[in-house]
């Protein structure tokens, strides 16, 4: 089984703007090959903009992506 590791990832998003999370890897022990990954934002400011990603409408999120 391999150890769990943890770094810092940058994300970009035309809705929200930039912000960063903290991302953790590990194998699930049960399962042969299989892995999970967690995010999870790294200051208030990275809450913040992923609260607003988690309230907007799928529609809302791909605004930005169509009007480019």
């Known amino acids: 089984m391999a150890v769990p590791g943890s770094k810092t990832k940058q994300f970009r ?3 929200v703007g930039d912000f960063e999370m903290y991302s953790t ?4 022990p049960t399962v042969q090959h299989a892995w999970m990954q ?7 400011v ?7 990603l988690l309230a907007m409408t ?3 999120r791909q605004r930005p992506w ?3």
Not at 46 to 52: D, P, Q, T
């Open 46 to 52: 990275a809450w913040v903009k992923f609260r607003e």
């Open 66 to 68: 169509v009007e480019h």
């Open 13 to 15: 998003n035309w809705a």
């Open 38 to 44: 967690v995010y999870a934002p790294t200051d208030e």
């Open 58 to 60: 799928e529609e809302e």
């Open 25 to 28: 890897s590990t194998s699930l």
